[in-house]
Each structure stands twice: as structure tokens, then as C-alpha cells.
């Protein structure tokens, strides 16, 4: 889910720990994405949570995005 309705619903819990992914990475170690939808639900998802483990692959690193969450 993405959008309004799943970041409401995040909202709702606490998580004690959260996996989130991205599109890609730029060498500052910011996240990007390219759909900001999935990005409100990561910001939620991060607020959310008491610890995050982001998953990303090599490739992530030679893509361009849109800058995704914090």
C-alpha cells in the first residue's frame, strides 16, 4: 500500500523495528525514489519506528530519483 490511506494507517501502530527500501542512493547517503507516494509512507514508517534497517543493492547506487525519506 501507498499513499494517503497507508501512511494513516502506519499512524495507528508503533514498530518496534521496520525495513524500508528505496530506488536509489546518492553518495551524501541520501534516499531517493521515484514515486512520492511510497515516500510519504516511508517518512511514516520512520517516525514510526523504534529502529530501521534500509535494504538496497549495488545497483541502487548509479540510479536518479526524486529525494525520498529522511
Known amino acids: 500500500m501507498v499513499g494517503t490511506l497507508a501512511a ?3 499512524r ?3 514498530f518496534d523495528l521496520a525495513v524500508i527500501g528505496c ?3 546518492e553518495r551524501d547517503d541520501d ?3 521515484f514515486d512520492i507516494q511510497e ?3 516511508s ?3 520512520l517516525d514510526q519506528s523504534r529502529k ?3 535494504t538496497a543493492d549495488h545497483t ?3 540510479l536518479r530519483a526524486i529525494p525520498g525519506p529522511r
Open 39 to 41: 515516500v510519504c509512507v
Open 12 to 14: 495507528k501502530f508503533k
Open 8 to 10: 494513516e494507517a502506519i
Open 60 to 62: 541502487k547506487s548509479s
Open 43 to 45: 517518512d511514516e514508517i
Open 31 to 33: 534516499l531517493l525514489d
Open 52 to 54: 530501521t534497517f534500509l
Open 23 to 25: 530506488s536509489a542512493l
